[in-house]
């Protein structure tokens, strides 16, 4: 009986091991020396290994005879090749001459061992989709990312939050160098449209994140690398247009490597589109160079990039009573609106348009010392000018500097004029690196100085009815600003064992802020524009501290702890007066994070504890440019799970799926409503209302994204589904101040045609919005109490006007591209 068991029992095993096999080896260099923390990456199903120290990795229980390898190292050019199962394979790196990218990453991006939740999308997966929206609208498949477009397609000015914070509270570098404007702190992709054409890769992290330079990291890092040079001369032209008008062109000319050292690349684009909403056009125009020396230890490049744009205002929103009824057409565009002409018909005014130039420039610099010690550095340079004009009914003439004139006998204290607020801005500076990888240890010291500065002016160019003989005094206000941030951070990453991994990161920032002159808004206390005198220094020391556990090849533990700080952003001091001046705000971020990956199979989960003091949250309030304001809450916190997962049941087919669910709450809130007059100008009275444990504005209990990727030789069809869960529009919790949640599907088809003498010959097709849901992704709250002078004693059982701007989104659309490289 005992001999039959065992039998029975070595036939099943056997029967268990069919099928199922193993792929081993040693990544090398051109010398035959072993590269340890290689990766080396099955593309079939996603495995992933780090090689050994003496460069060897292994994969076992693999179902399939033949598979798809990646390998890369820091400084070297990744390979693909394609290997058989049950042999051992040798595969050697060529050491790069333009090792500047890689530098840069290594500097600041999270690695495959950093107790960091990131996602990495390269070249490939961003080029797909790339038809002309921004870059908002392209990373919307990463986990706990909510993506809005004023103009509702995603082209012109689009927002977004992540894991519901605001854009301007998100750190965004461009080759290590900071993006975000230092006033506002917020990304602008309206100013370098099309720039994602001349990205190589982008990562971003959720939570603190790594060290990185410039403004302070709240809920993200975004870390953009452009492209690496082109080793062979090469063009492309890519041409995409479809619904509202949209057309986006672009052009491509590389010069490869000439003289084994030099390249220069290039790209013109142009993005035009009508927009959703009424009158929502954007006019945009963008252009990138680089040219570079590669020598095998050094490389120098120099980059210039910018654009120019011309958007009309849609950042006010449909007006609306209540949500999610809409009180006029959904395409309606308020901005602009002059009155009727004589037959009753609205009249616009069609220069209600905003305009920037800009342009960046960057001088970067890698030198490897030794295969232990690199350096990267780097000096930049933003020049930025631009103006909004807008029309203004009925606006008070002295809250311009203008005097009150008469009029057919009557004295003329309001009337109808046009203004423009401009802006001219300079944002230099610099930054290094220094990167130690040798042994057990991989570490980094850097740091950057940056200076901002800036005026801001507004002007009066047109007064209905004005009679004077003078021109008005066109200049109403004028202020500048002075900002210089500066930070030094050391992070290490040690190899305790083979199996644990320990890491540290400390940073030190000082920003020095000084903004004076008058601002844009009357203080009637005065008789004048608002005075400006702000004087502001900030000392943060942000701690970051986390271990990496890889008990074997398919699982993954991390778990980490950081406090970070952020200072606060322009507009909070010019929507505020001195009394009501705001606080930097403090982060204590908890994460901890698993991952199982197998040849099918990719799941992971990574659990988050954000507790601020201090934070800057969205009220739910604009002010009179679109900008979305914050206000310092005590205590809040934002908690959640991200759930990742990929499975590819068979080589044609692929499915990969996010969800976050989180809770956010604000332990105590204290809501203040205006009591207005019938005109809707504040009384100076006022209703205070207290709620506890309310959930944050602009936060959804649930977000979810799914992708199914169907692939058949040449072509591919992908299925994307994005759901939005409710979401208040301000900090109250009230069912009446609730967006509705949504759920888009978009169909994206593709296909690359093989011709002789081209090198890719691709087609695109994306169906946007495939079933054509009326959803609203943002909006903005103005809850007020109409004056009853009958009854001039208010409180919170007073009724209140929930007045709201709401965002409509598009419908289905459409948008087809066609590219050509040669």
């Not at 095993?13 to 080896?25: C, L, R």
């Not at 050491?95 to 070249?123: C, F, H, W």
């Not at 809409?326 to 005014?349: F, I, S």
């Not at 956010?664 to 444990?693: A, K, M």
Request: aromatic residues 14%; glycine residues 8%.
């Amino acid at each position: 009986m005992r001999q039959i068991f065992i039998a029975v029992f070595m036939l099943f095993t056997a029967v268990m091991a069919f099928g199922q096999h193993t792929i081993k080896g040693k990544v090398l260099d051109e010398n035959g020396n072993a590269l340890v923390g290689a990766t080396v990456l099955i593309l079939n199903n996603h495995q992933v290994q780090t090689s050994a120290k003496d460069g060897s990795f292994y994969f076992e229980k693999l179902k399939g005879e033949n598979f798809n390898l990646k390998v890369s190292y820091t400084g070297y050019d990744a390979i693909k090749l394609k290997v058989s199962v049950d042999s051992d394979v040798i595969v050697k790196l060529t050491q790069k001459s333009n090792l500047l990218g890689e530098i840069t990453v290594t500097s600041l991006r999270a690695t495959d061992k950093s107790p960091v939740a990131y996602t990495n999308l390269d070249k490939e997966t961003l080029s797909k989709t790339n038809l002309g929206q921004d870059i908002p609208y392209l990373l919307a498949q990463t986990p706990s990312f909510v993506a809005s477009s004023d103009a509702g397609t995603g082209i012109g000015y689009t927002n977004f939050r992540i894991r519901g914070t605001d854009a301007s509270r998100i750190n965004v570098t461009i080759n290590g160098i900071p993006y975000n404007d230092p006033d506002e702190q917020g990304a602008y992709w309206v100013d370098i449209p099309d720039f994602t054409t001349s990205v190589e890769s982008v990562q971003v992290q959720r939570g603190v994140g790594t060290s990185t330079n410039g403004a302070g990291a709240f809920g993200a890092n975004i870390n953009l690398q452009t492209d690496n040079y082109a080793r062979k001369p090469s063009a492309e032209l890519s041409l995409s247009g479809g619904s509202f008008n949209t057309l986006k062109e672009s052009v491509k000319a590389s010069s490869g490597l000439i003289n084994g050292h030099w390249a220069i690349d290039t790209r013109l684009s142009s993005v035009k589109s009508d927009g959703y909403i009424d009158r929502g056009w954007v006019d945009m125009k963008s252009y990138f160079v680089q040219a570079g020396y590669y020598a095998e230890n050094t490389t120098v490049k120099f980059l210039t990039f910018g654009g120019k744009e011309q958007t009309y205002h849609a950042w006010d929103g449909i007006d609306s009573y209540a949500l999610p009824k809409l009180e006029y057409p959904r395409t309606y565009n308020p901005c602009g609106y002059m009155g009727k002409d004589a037959n009753g018909n609205p009249l616009y005014y069609k220069n209600q348009t905003d305009n920037y130039l800009q342009t960046n420039y960057q001088l970067l610099v890698a030198h490897v010392f030794s295969p232990e010690l690199s350096l990267n550095a780097g000096l930049h340079y933003t020049r930025g000018d631009g103006y909004y004009e807008e029309y203004k009914r009925d606006a008070v003439l002295k809250t311009y500097g203008l005097k009150s004139f008469r009029l057919n006998g009557s004295v003329i204290d309001y009337t109808d004029l046009v203004r423009q607020k401009k802006m001219g801005n300079d944002f230099a500076g610099s930054i290094f690196s220094f990167n130690y990888k040798k042994d057990k240890l991989n570490a980094q010291f850097g740091g950057a100085l940056n200076n901002y500065w800036g005026n801001h002016w507004g002007e009066v160019i047109w007064v209905k009815n004005y009679t004077e003989n003078l021109l008005p005094n066109s200049e109403y206000y004028r202020s500048s600003v002075s900002k210089w941030d500066g930070n030094l951070y050391l992070k290490a990453n040690y190899e305790l064992s083979t199996k644990l991994n320990v890491y540290a990161d400390l940073q030190y920032r000082r920003v020095t802020y000084k903004l004076q002159g008058t601002n844009d808004e009357w203080n009637d206390a005065i008789s004048a524009m608002q005075v400006l005198d702000v004087n502001k220094k900030f000392n943060f020391f942000n701690p970051k501290a986390g271990l990496f556990y890889r008990p074997n090849d398919k699982n993954d533990f991390f778990g980490s702890v950081a406090i970070a700080h952020r200072e606060p952003t322009r507009t909070n001091y010019t929507d505020g007066t001195a009394s009501t001046w705001p606080t930097h705000e403090t982060l204590y971020d908890t994460e901890l994070g698993y991952k199982f990956h197998n040849s099918v199979l990719s799941v992971g989960a990574n659990a988050y504890f954000m507790y601020y003091h201090n934070q800057l949250v969205l009220t739910g309030k604009i002010n009179d440019i679109g900008e979305a304001l914050t206000e310092n809450i005590p205590t809040s916190y934002r908690s959640g799970i991200e759930l990742l997962g990929s499975v590819k049941p068979f080589d044609f087919l692929r499915w990969d799926v996010t969800a976050t669910l989180s809770h956010n709450r604000i332990v105590d809130f204290v809501e203040t409503v205006n009591v207005v007059d019938e005109n809707w100008n504040p009384t100076g009275q006022s209703v205070t209302n207290l709620y506890h444990s309310t959930p944050i504005a602009f936060t959804p209990d649930l977000l979810a994204n799914s992708m199914i990727t169907f692939t058949k030789g040449d072509f591919e069809a992908a299925l994307q589904s994005i759901y939005v869960g409710k979401q208040y529009v301000d900090n109250t919790g009230l069912a009446e101040r609730r967006l509705p949640d949504y759920l888009v599907n978009n169909l994206r088809l593709s296909y690359s045609l093989p011709v002789k003498g081209i090198r890719e010959l691709n087609f695109t097709v994306l169906v946007n919005n495939l079933f054509n849901k009326m959803y609203l992704s943002n909006a903005w709250s103005a809850p007020t109490i109409s004056a009853d002078p009958a009854n001039p004693v208010y409180d919170k059982n007073s009724p209140v006007n929930n007045y709201f701007g709401c965002y409509p989104q598009a419908g289905i659309n459409f948008l087809a591209g066609v590219s050509v490289k040669f």
